[in-house]
């Protein structure tokens, strides 16, 4: 199996659930408002990116071997989430994904929208950015586009290969499209030590890490699938 047949699959079984979408509010190239910033129109409408979790669950859930654990309330890094689901494979060498939904309403920092974290290994492996990454008005892009993002994130680790390094200050992700790391001001390593270390260790070679530092590194869920 590609990714492009994965892709296909969960685009059709999101297609089935008749969520709306929405085009980007701006022409290309236009820059938002001031108010815009400050200003989120629907808490709910980003409920969309639960039905791409589903489609992803149950696409993913689909494939031979593969287990599905459906999880209550959540928190992970001082976050909590309504619900989640963590999908492993049974290739060797595999990360299970982890998806954990938050529902639209009050938090600690004001009204949140509904939103999607997609972690690895286990809830205390969250990857960097969250769907969306912001809810307001000005960071909206349409819903393609928030669509597309979850599936490419989900991707970088069922395609695999898949590394992440986790240190106290820093957190660092590499998949052969990318790489990012959030943190890691002051510290001994900076982006191109991380991406270099990740690389390594997706190929199998062995990385002196930093103190305190660990790293979970994945291969391909495609593989001997169907």
């Keep these: 199996m590609t990714p492009d047949v994965l892709r296909a699959r969960v685009a059709a079984a999101y297609d089935r659930l008749g969520l709306p979408s929405w085009p980007p509010p701006r022409p290309e190239g236009v820059e938002p408002r001031d108010e815009e910033y400050s200003r989120v129109s629907d808490l709910h409408k980003y409920r969309v990116v ?30 909590a989430f309504t619900r989640g689901v963590r999908i492993a494979s049974p290739v060797p060498g595999t990360l299970p994904v982890v998806l954990l939904e938050q529902d639209a309403g009050p938090t600690e920092h004001g009204d949140g929208v509904d939103s ?40 970088s680790v069922v395609a695999g290969p898949f590394a992440m390094l986790t240190a106290p200050r820093w957190t ?42 660990t790293a979970l590194v994945g291969r391909s869920w495609l593989e001997a699938t169907h």
């Design 50 to 79: 639960h039905g791409r979790a589903g489609a992803w669950t149950e696409v993913l859930g689909a494939l031979p071997g593969v287990v599905v654990e459906r999880l209550g309330p959540v928190t992970a890094e001082r976050r």
């Design 116 to 155: 999607l974290h997609v972690a690895v290994q286990d809830t205390a492996h969250l990857l960097d950015y969250g769907h969306p990454d912001c809810g307001c008005d000005a960071c909206d892009l349409g819903s393609n586009d928030l669509l597309e993002n979850i599936d490419d994130q989900i991707l």
């Design 172 to 213: 660092a992700t590499w998949h052969p499209d990318g790489g990012s790391m959030d943190g890691g001001t002051g510290t001994a390593w900076d982006f191109d030590d991380a991406m270099r270390a990740c690389r390594r260790l997706a190929d199998g070679r062995d990385v002196r890490l930093p103190g305190s530092c």
